[in-house]
C-alpha cells in the first residue's frame, strides 16, 4: 500500500540559505499536517492543510510557509535558514479527522 | 507543562514480560493516539482510539475518557519492540499534541 512520501530524506543547508521539503500524502487523503521534531525533543506542529486551504497553524516561524497544491502535495518552504532549525521534519496524511500516517521524515542539518 | 504526560519515560524489560505504559491528557480530545518511533526517526501509527479499547497482535490500548487516561500494553514482550512510544492527544483541529515518549528496552 502507498505511503507518505517525504523527500529528501536528507538536506545540508548553511546558515541563510533556503530549503524546500516536500510530501506525498496518500492517495485519497485530504489533510496534510507539518510537525518538526529537534534533537531530543517531542515532535512539535507546524502547520496543516485541509483540502488545499490552511486549517491550522502552529509554532511556525514567520520565515517558514507551505501550501497544498491541487494534487494535495504539501511544501513546506524554509528560508533564511538558522542553526536552530536543524530538526527531523514529519509529514502525515490523514482522511478528515482520521488517524494520522507519517512519512518517513526529513533530516534538515543546518551548518 | 506539557499537556500530555506520560511514564515512565524510561522501561527495560526481559522478553516475554508484559508491558503498560500510561498517558494522561489535562483537556478534553477528540482522540488519542499512540505512535511509535525507532531509532533513525520513522513515526508508525499503532492505534488511534476515542472511548474504550483496541487491540493489534500483541499490543492493547485503552482509554478512560473521563479520568483522562490512556495506557500501552504490549503482551510477550519482544526485543523488536524496543522503540520510543509516543501518546499524542488529537483536538478539534486535528493536529497532534504528543507526549514526551517513553523509551523502551526489551532484552533477550
Known amino acids: 500500500a502507498a505511503g507518505v512520501i517525504q523527500s529528501p530524506r536528507h538536506l545540508i543547508k548553511e546558515k541563510r540559505e533556503t530549503a524546500t521539503l516536500k510530501c506525498y500524502p496518500i492517495?485519497?487523503?485530504?489533510?496534510v499536517y507539518w510537525y518538526q521534531q529537534g534533537p531530543g525533543q517531542d515532535p512539535q506542529f507546524l502547520i496543516s492543510?485541509?483540502?488545499?486551504?490552511?486549517?491550522d497553524k502552529g509554532s511556525i516561524p514567520d520565515r517558514f510557509s507551505a501550501q497544498q497544491f491541487s494534487d494535495y502535495h504539501s511544501e513546506l518552504n524554509m528560508s533564511s535558514l538558522e542553526l536552530g532549525d536543524s530538526a527531523l521534519y514529519f509529514c502525515?496524511?490523514?482522511?478528515?479527522?482520521?488517524?494520522?500516517?507519517f512519512g518517513a521524515g526529513t533530516r534538515l542539518s543546518v551548518l | 507543562k506539557n499537556e500530555v504526560e506520560q511514564s515512565p519515560q524510561n522501561l527495560t524489560a526481559q522478553e516475554g514480560e508484559f508491558i503498560t505504559i500510561n498517558c494522561s491528557y489535562s483537556?478534553?480530545?477528540?482522540?488519542l493516539h499512540w505512535l511509535q518511533q525507532h531509532p533513525g526517526g520513522g513515526i508508525v501509527s499503532l492505534f488511534m482510539?476515542?472511548?474504550g479499547k483496541k487491540k493489534h497482535g500483541r499490543l492493547i490500548a485503552t482509554i478512560n475518557i473521563q479520568e483522562k487516561h490512556s495506557s500501552l500494553h504490549i503482551t510477550a514482550s519482544h526485543p523488536r519492540d524496543s522503540a520510543v512510544y509516543i501518546c499524542?492527544?488529537?483536538?478539534?483541529?486535528?493536529?497532534?499534541?504528543f507526549g514526551t515518549g517513553t523509551r523502551l528496552q526489551v532484552f533477550p
Open positions: 502525515a496524511s490523514s482522511s478528515r479527522g482520521g488517524i494520522q500516517y
Open positions: 492517495p485519497r487523503h485530504d489533510t
Open positions: 492543510f485541509y483540502e488545499k486551504m490552511q486549517s
Open positions: 483537556v478534553g480530545i477528540s482522540a
Open positions: 482510539l476515542s472511548s
Open positions: 499524542a492527544a488529537q483536538y478539534n483541529t486535528d493536529k497532534l499534541i
